[in-house]
């Protein structure tokens, strides 16, 4: 199981890179094998400024759908339209090319709330 330790993580298991006040954000390594094959991203609130835990999104597998969450306070700059064609990025490179959004954040004290690799790492039992 990858759990990169430069990134940050939420216990709905997001992964969150940060890069000054711009956050990239996607879904774990662990996700996306639970899930199994996803065959369809959505994110319809780019332009929008959503609260912490608020849904900005969906990612759809061959079983289930899930809602995505967004982990801080912030504005949906931009969508990785590439996913609009090959959503299966994000089965084979949850934290590179398959990831989702990206984030121009508005409480940088959020930040301190994430999971650090450790501590996602105990969340799953990995």
Known sequence: MNIPSELKYTKDHEW???DGDTLT???TDFAQSELGDIVYVEVETVDETLDAEEVFGTVEAVKTVSDLFLPVDGEI???NEALEDEPEKVNSDPYGEGWMIK???SDASQLDELLS???YKALIGA
């Open 103 to 105: 984030v121009k954040y």
């Open 16 to 18: 969150v890179k940060v």
């Open 77 to 79: 700059v931009e969508f």
């Open 25 to 27: 954000i996607g879904i």
């Open 117 to 119: 690799a450790n501590d």
